[in-house]
């Protein structure tokens, strides 16, 4: 396995075994690291957003990391630095950049849909090319990754713009209070842990990965990747053209963080975290499963075997809801398809549950809902 990628996975390891039940999440960011993609995550205040990514910017050797609280009445000085005051005196509109976003390998911007007006064109254009520009000054950002995090999605249709430029989508949400006690012990263990050897790689070995990637064969892949691309149009997801060429940099990513130079089917599993909606978390993650349980392979990515165990009780009640929803009969086509897609997936859940008494009777719950379904339609 390259050395690169070696160095980069004890990296992720070593940030995963700091933070409890957070390993979705970071090798997900690994994943957006390779591919050169953003990152959103969506939860709560207190889940360790801003401190997983300060503990993976301190793995990148001379890196430097630049992180912000956006609120309403952020100024751009506060993002990409002041007027260099000198330079002014002399009629020349220079920015000091020193210490602010233009400057750093990792950037993460907390609560990004407070980003006003002001600040949003050139933000758009830090995301989107990893230029910066103002007035007549252009420089390229060394910038690796941006992360972007809010506690809740836009409302506002003018910010859409803002989250369609994070490729990656992911809950972050509470630990499971079965691992709090994990939780406590880590999180005294780093909060009074003397400064320790950390594992590191650089800028430029990161940089060497990003265009290792481009050399990943996704020729193997590519008819099914274009098939579930339609097929989640079809469902409501939008995947525009421009969204489905650079899902395939996450498709490489995936390869390649496995040591593979070529793609294979259970690397489709970072379409999972591409949802606009909190709804279609559910929706994709029932249609990759499906296609990932068909080749799970020794040397697929770990996240993509991994199918958290559910709780029949949970599924049972789910089963419930979607009844009663259809049962209203105030539903469009479209949302009569939304109803028929989670109940598809709770239907693969199903599957996964262990006593097979609780499975058959999910099972008998699911298939009489199909009949009445059936009835009304």
């Known amino acids: 396995?390259?050395?690169?990628?070696?160095?980069?996975?004890?990296?992720?390891?070593?940030?995963?075994?700091?933070?409890?039940?957070?390993?979705?999440?970071?090798?997900?960011?690994?994943?957006?690291?390779?591919?050169?993609?953003?990152?959103?995550?969506?939860?709560?205040?207190?889940?360790?957003?801003?401190?997983?990514?300060?503990?993976?910017?301190?793995?990148?050797?001379?890196?430097?990391?630049?992180?912000y609280l956006l609120t309403r009445f952020t100024e751009p000085n506060e993002i990409f630095g002041p007027f260099d005051i000198r330079k002014l005196k002399d009629g020349e509109l220079v920015t000091n950049t020193d210490g602010m976003m233009p400057e750093a390998s990792m950037v993460f911007l907390d609560e990004i849909f407070n980003a006003n007006s002001a600040i949003?064109?050139?933000?758009?254009?830090?995301?989107?090319?990893?230029?910066?520009?103002?007035?007549?000054?252009?420089?390229?950002?060394?910038?690796?990754?941006?992360?972007?995090?809010?506690n809740q999605l836009p409302e506002d249709e003018a910010l859409n713009a803002l989250l369609d430029r994070f490729l990656i989508r992911i809950e972050c949400d509470y630990v499971d209070t079965d691992l709090l006690e994990e939780v406590l012990f880590s999180g005294w263990r780093l909060d009074n842990a003397e400064e320790q050897e950390k594992p590191s790689i650089t800028p430029t070995e990161i940089?060497?990965?990003?265009?290792?990637?481009?050399?990943?064969?996704?020729?193997?892949?590519?008819?099914?990747?274009?098939?579930?691309?339609?097929?989640?149009?079809n469902t409501g997801i939008k995947v525009s053209d421009r969204r489905a060429v650079k899902i395939q940099n996450l498709l490489a990513a995936s390869a390649l963080i496995c040591g593979r130079s070529e793609a294979i089917p259970s690397d489709l599993w970072v379409l999972k975290y591409i949802w606009d909606t909190e709804e279609q978390i559910e929706?994709?993650?029932?249609?990759?499963?499906?296609?990932?349980?068909k080749d799970a392979k020794p040397q697929a990515h770990p996240q993509a075997l991994f199918n958290k165990s559910p709780n029949a009780e949970d599924l049972i009640k789910e089963v419930s809801l979607l009844g009663t929803k259809w049962a209203s009969g105030n539903l469009s086509f479209e949302e009569q398809n939304v109803v028929k897609d989670k109940l598809r997936y709770v239907q693969t859940r199903c599957n996964w549950i262990k006593k097979n008494e609780h499975r058959q009777h999910i099972q008998t719950e699911i298939e009489q809902l199909w009949q009445k379904m059936l009835q009304t339609i």
Do not use: W
């Open 120 to 150: 949003l064109n050139s933000l758009l254009m830090a995301l989107n090319e990893r230029i910066f520009r103002r007035g007549k000054e252009t420089r390229k950002l060394p910038v690796l990754m941006f992360v972007g995090a809010s």
């Open 207 to 233: 940089i060497a990965l990003q265009r290792l990637s481009k050399n990943v064969d996704l020729s193997p892949i590519r008819k099914q990747y274009v098939d579930l691309v339609h097929n989640l149009r």
């Open 283 to 293: 929706i994709l993650a029932g249609i990759i499963d499906t296609i990932i349980e």
């Open 1 to 67: 396995m390259n050395s690169n990628i070696n160095r980069l996975n004890k990296v992720l390891e070593f940030v995963k075994h700091s933070f409890v039940g957070k390993d979705e999440i970071i090798d997900l960011l690994g994943i957006c690291l390779i591919a050169k993609e953003n990152a959103f995550l969506l939860g709560p205040p207190g889940t360790a957003k801003s401190a997983i990514i300060r503990l993976l910017s301190s793995c990148i050797q001379d890196g430097k990391n630049f992180e």
